[in-house]
């Protein structure tokens, strides 16, 4: 999902991108993380923006940008809230290997919800410039399977691990970004 819409709250009052992007993530993983345990290879991939996002800084005041929403810090909040709560799923589940991966620039139909302007600059680009979808999901595939079990594993666009970092604030954030996940899904498990 890619628009430049501001908070668009959904059913459940959280924003239409976060609810895409985090939490149903977050609410999938931990539901699906006990049976990945029990398997000898159990692997679990969020594909967003590992490594290439900045924090967000109103993650403790703010956590769900009700009250600072922008695109970019909606973009900042789902990359490192994903790398969160992979991270701690990961601790919880250490049979289990854990990655938030970074696409890249990928020739897909991405930004089609935008508005016309900005699909007409994003779209050549995306045909000359994208990597393709099958080269991409390769790349994602590699990097899954070299990923390890009970860490957060960030894998960068060419499936490559361990280049990738967490953002700053990632360290301070954990712990409240796990509440308000936690809480965030909490109707729903």
């Keep these: 999902m890619a628009t430049i819409q501001g908070f ?29 345990s029990r398997s000898s290879d159990g ?11 900045s924090s967000y800084s109103g993650h403790s005041t703010d956590p769900s940008l009700k009250a600072s929403y922008s695109v970019p810090n909606a973009a900042n909040a789902a990359g490192m809230y994903n790398d969160i709560y992979l991270e701690k799923l990961a601790s919880l589940h250490p049979g289990v290997a854990f990655s938030h991966a970074a696409p890249g620039f990928v020739n897909t139909n991405w930004g089609t919800e935008m508005p016309l302007v900005l699909r007409a600059f994003i779209r050549p680009l995306q045909a000359a410039f994208g990597a393709s979808k099958e080269k991409c999901g390769a790349a994602m595939v590699e990097g899954m399977i070299k990923a390890e079990k009970g860490k957060l594993n960030l894998i960068d666009q060419k499936g490559g691990t ?17 509440k308000h996940l936690s809480e965030a899904i909490k109707p729903f498990v």
């Design 162 to 178: 361990g280049k990738a970092k967490t953002c700053k604030g990632h360290e301070e954030g954990k712990e409240g970004i796990w």
């Design 43 to 53: 692997r679990c991939l969020s594909v967003l923006s590992a490594g290439v996002h």
């Design 8 to 36: 668009t709250p959904t059913e459940d009052g959280h924003d239409q991108k976060l609810q895409l992007h985090v939490y149903s993530r977050f609410l999938l993983a931990s539901l699906l993380a006990p049976t990945l």
